[in-house]
């Protein structure tokens, strides 16, 4: 026994490297077999580099113990001491492995096979492979062999002299060694058989794509075929018989264990099918019955063994029929489907250890790589690889992927592959689930290379690595654009040019020629921005032909595609990101003022996709005022402070018209709203909340610049019309009151001086030429209209409303609210006006007839001449005056008594004399109905003219853009005119009756 000073100094020197049951390994160390090396260091060193020395130590004193002679256990060890390159792969087996190990015990020589490995020799192939099984003459022999030739493998995988990627080719090259090899064994004994037919067999799965496991099926594919002059039904039973007896040799379990399962299940009907099929009996299958994941399984077929003329035969007749996949209906749906079936179906119990199928495991890599390479293999031959990681690198060399998302997506492949192959190395078991176990889990880490914390690092870096799949998994595999390029005939895919010519006229656009030079231009060359633009086009030339104007939106594509053409981000969120390339190719093909609007900033390109650029949601009015204050803050002057401030408007102003267009038009993935309410509200409120933070800025930045941090006069901006009431339109103008109040010990001639002042300094900033569009301020809403003061003090309002008052001001006060400036200023203003536009005794007959006479005398000298009144959005019959105006009657009638009535808003005043009982429920939705209307038709004619509208457009293609706003597909224009007018028919006769008191 050992002292226990010397024990104790042993058992420190073991926990150090690694060991974690040191008192056994103390005691396997003072053993017989280890007494000449027991005290050397590098043994002790080499152990403690292994995944578990534990393991190692153990496996290498029985691997000692099972040597046939003493002669024989030194000439062992004195290689081991003496010769590193087999040290470490002897013990790095030893510890990682204990199926090896055992290996090793049962056949005490095959350690030599780890000898003879020079630097010329790692990555031996199928020739050498078939060398080492030669003498192989019945399936015990095979086993062993196979396992000799396994354990050298192992050796260069755990010793970082291969990558998971060669390992897992070399593990498939030996399998087809391996089915070589049973064939053979099989042939000879029925030679009979072998006479009578020709058999291929094609490896499928992890083995055709040279990607195989430590353990796993070999699935493959039987074709058989008569040699010549022979019967082919008494030819396929051979073949059957062979396939069959090949198939018994490699899965039978002997006293060598077994080798793996050959699976054949991927034939034709499965288990159901007959093991061997002709040539055309395979051909004529896939042809007319095969399901969709059948071909992406032969994404991966390879002949490997039997007659290789056939195998090849089958491949170049079934590879056109793969590449043909991705046209069949739902296709890229049924691959999705069958994705998410795998998922479904794992145990709940194992789906947080699942390494494979679960969410973020290996399947996830595999799926989205074959599902990208179906739908764009069909174009471009340089992606048909079977091989996982040489298709993504295909796919990220072609555009198809992000590199950057390729490097990240190989490197999780890569570690989840990695520690597959380790668990199952362990003990030579098919399985993906990791390990519970502390040990196992340690044993794991440092076979991976994590020694200072091996089971927390594990874990952390298979969860990094998990979310990595997971995330560009969801980016990859259910990308819209997979969806639309499947259903792109080849020719389409391909953008040749005479297919694009047929195509784009097939389309309606209407000038091919000028889009074939844009499509020149875009595509034409070798960089990656013209590869990526090669898979854009062809499915955006569609989705512009579903607007009104195609034409229109390729040249406005080209142009954004110039502006942003360096900028590396624009192409790659098209690719990528959900449905921005869709909601780009709607955007600029539905009219002028998005386009424009974009093309001013086409950095705003971002906002439609669905990441962190922002998307479509209108940001409110809080966070936008707090943004042009900030770049106000920042800016030198005031015009520059006023820039900064039109760039924000103009961003959010392209973010409000594309959301608009994006919810009126829909995508197969997202219908269009049903609530056009919600989208008109949305509009509203989202460029009512873009003028008061724009008003906001300016009058900051006039403050500043004129007089430092405070005005003599506290001063208020008061919303009136559309602008207070939250319902602005793209081209309506701002129409406003300016209130101001004189601070403690200033002049009140000074505070008019000084409120005056920035009144016509914040109109002349605004005014100053711009491409933007307009800001007009309107106070023509003020006491004494144009003849009066642009400012006036609380209290000279107080004065003028008490003693000058008209119904006409009542009226338009229902829609004032502040906007911008001093806020408690504004609050007053409103309780002082309140009495006004919410009479206590309502009102007398002869205000309401004023008020009936006021609005016939403004529809007879504003509706502009040559106009059908019936078209007209804004004054026509059952146009937004007639709804607004009877809205406002029932308000200053009845706002006293009902408090909801308050509103600046038409919609909520209108619901609120619903729910009060002052208006039918069928009489509300006509009216609200009749509004919602208007209020598109306006929107859609800024939107597609450029410019503010209240008829519809005479130019044909402008109608019919209008139409696809409204919902109304080509040729279908009468439709909707028929439709507006019955709708403002019905609308006015609700108005005559309540208004009018018809």
């Known amino acids: 026994m050992t002292a226990p000073g010397r024990r104790s100094s042993t058992f420190t020197r073991l926990l150090r490297h690694g060991f974690t049951d040191a008192t056994s390994a103390e005691r396997l160390l003072d053993s017989a077999e280890l007494a000449p090396v027991r005290n050397d260091p590098v043994l002790l060193e080499a152990l403690g580099a292994t995944a578990d020395p534990d393991l190692a130590l153990r496996g290498l004193v029985r691997l000692l113990e099972a040597q046939p002679s003493p002669a024989a256990r030194r000439q062992l060890l004195d290689t081991v001491i003496a010769a590193k390159p087999l040290r470490d792969r002897l013990l790095g087996v030893l510890g990682a492995s204990a199926a090896l190990g055992e290996h090793l015990a049962r056949h005490a020589a095959d350690w030599q096979a780890l000898a003879g490995y020079e630097p010329r020799d790692l990555h031996p192939g199928v020739a050498e492979f078939e060398r080492c099984l030669a003498g192989a003459d019945d399936p015990v022999t095979l086993r062993v062999a196979y396992r000799r030739c396994l354990l050298s493998i192992a050796a260069r995988d755990v010793c970082g002299t291969t990558d998971v990627a060669q390992a897992a080719a070399e593990l498939a090259d030996l399998a087809t060694a391996t089915l070589r090899a049973a064939l053979r064994i099989a042939g000879a004994a029925a030679p009979e058989d072998a006479a009578l037919c020709r058999l291929a067999v094609i490896a499928m799965g992890k083995c055709g794509g040279h990607e195989l496991n430590y353990v796993s099926d070999v699935d493959v594919i039987f074709v058989g075929e008569a040699v010549d002059g022979a019967d082919e039904n008494k030819a396929l039973q051979a073949a059957t018989r062979l396939a069959s007896h090949m198939m018994r040799i490699c899965s039978e379990t002997t006293v060598e264990g077994s080798i793996w399962p050959v699976d054949a299940n991927l034939r034709p009907e499965g288990r159901n099918g007959p093991l061997v099929r002709t040539l055309s009996s395979h051909v004529a299958y896939y042809q007319r019955w095969a399901k969709t994941w059948e071909f992406q399984a032969l994404l991966k077929a390879r002949p490997v063994a039997g007659d290789a003329e056939l195998g090849e035969e089958y491949i170049a007749a079934l590879a056109p029929l793969v590449w043909q996949a991705a046209e069949r209906e739902n296709f890229v749906a049924d691959v999705q489907k069958m994705r998410r079936r795998v998922v479904e179906n794992i145990p709940a119990a194992e789906v947080e250890r699942e390494l494979k199928l679960a969410p973020g495991g290996l399947r996830d890599v595999e799926f989205a790589v074959q599902l990208l390479q179906l739908v764009h293999g069909r174009a471009d031959a340089s992606l048909r690889s079977g091989t996982t990681l040489d298709a993504l690198r ?197 009219g002028r003022l998005a386009p424009d609007l974009l093309m001013r900033a086409p950095e705003a390109v971002a906002l439609l996709g669905d990441g962190d650029g922002g998307g479509l949601e209108p940001r409110g009015r809080a966070h936008l005022e707090q943004e042009i204050l900030a770049a106000v803050g920042r800016a030198g002057s005031a015009e520059q402070a006023v820039t900064a401030a039109r760039g924000v408007r103009r961003r959010e102003l392209f973010r409000t018209a594309a959301a608009d267009i994006v919810g009126s038009y829909g995508t197969e993935d997202r219908p269009a709203e049903a609530d056009q309410g919600a989208l008109v509200d949305r509009v509203g409120a989202a460029v009512s909340d873009l003028t008061a933070a724009t008003l906001a800025g300016t009058l900051r930045a006039v403050v500043r610049d004129t007089w430092g941090d405070e005005l003599p006069t506290r001063f208020a901006v008061i919303g009136m019309g559309r602008f207070g009431g939250h319902e602005l339109g793209y081209g309506s103008d701002a129409d406003v009151l300016f209130v101001h109040e004189p601070r403690e010990g200033v002049d009140e001639r000074e505070a008019a001086a000084a409120a005056t002042r920035v009144v016509s300094e914040m109109r002349r900033l605004l005014q100053i030429p711009s491409a933007d569009p307009p800001l007009l301020i309107d106070a023509d809403l003020r006491p004494e209209g144009k003849s009066g003061p642009l400012a006036r003090s609380l209290k000279s309002y107080g004065a003028y409303y008490r003693r000058w008052s008209l119904v006409w001001e009542s009226q338009a006060l229902l829609r004032a609210e502040p906007v911008a400036g001093d806020a408690d200023l504004g609050r007053r203003f409103v309780e002082l006006v309140d009495p006004l536009r919410y009479p206590a005794r309502g009102l007398d007959e002869d205000a309401v007839r004023e008020i009936r006479r006021l609005k016939a005398r403004m529809e007879s000298e504003r509706l502009p001449r040559g106009v059908d009144p019936k078209l007209h959005a804004k004054l026509g019959p059952g146009g937004l005056s007639d709804v607004e105006w009877t809205v406002q009657l029932l308000q200053m009638r009845h706002g006293a008594e009902h408090g909801a009535l308050r509103t600046t808003r038409t919609r909520e005043a209108l619901a609120a004399a619903r729910e009060a009982g002052l208006i039918s429920a069928e009489d509300a939705a006509i009216l609200d109905e009749a509004w919602v209307l208007a209020t598109r038709v306006r929107n859609a004619v800024m939107l597609v003219r450029g410019r503010a509208g209240d008829t519809f457009p005479s130019d044909v293609r402008e109608l019919a853009a209008v139409g696809r706003y409204l919902g109304y597909g080509p040729g279908h224009v009468g439709d909707m005119l028929d439709a507006y007018r019955r709708t403002t028919r019905r609308a006015r006769t609700v108005v005559d009756e309540l208004f009018y008191g018809a």
């Open 394 to 590: 295909a796919l990220a060399a072609g555009g198809y992927v992000g590199r950057v998302d390729a490097a990240q997506l190989e490197d999780a492949y890569r570690f989840l592959r990695s520690m597959e192959h380790r668990i199952q190395l362990h003990r030579l078991r098919r399985t993906h689930l990791v390990p519970e176990g502390e040990a196992d889990q340690r044993r794991l880490g440092r076979s991976l290379g994590l020694r200072t914390d091996p089971v927390g690092e594990l874990n952390r870096e298979w969860k990094r690595h998990a979310a990595v799949v997971r995330r560009l998994h969801e980016k990859l595999f259910y990308r819209p654009l997979l969806d639309a390029v499947a259903q792109l005939a080849p020719g389409e895919a391909r953008l040749s040019t005479e297919a694009a010519r047929e195509r784009l006229v097939a389309l309606g656009y209407a000038d091919p020629a000028a889009a074939l030079r844009h499509l020149e231009a875009l595509a034409s060359g070798v960089t990656r921005k013209a590869a990526i633009q090669r898979t854009l086009l062809p499915v955006l030339l569609g989705w512009f032909a579903d607007s009104a104007d195609p034409d229109a939106g390729l040249l406005n594509f080209r142009k954004v595609s110039d502006a942003l053409g360096k900028t590396p981000w624009y192409l790659r969120l098209l690719r990528d990101e959900g449905a921005a390339a869709q909601n780009l190719a709607r955007v600029l093909s539905a």
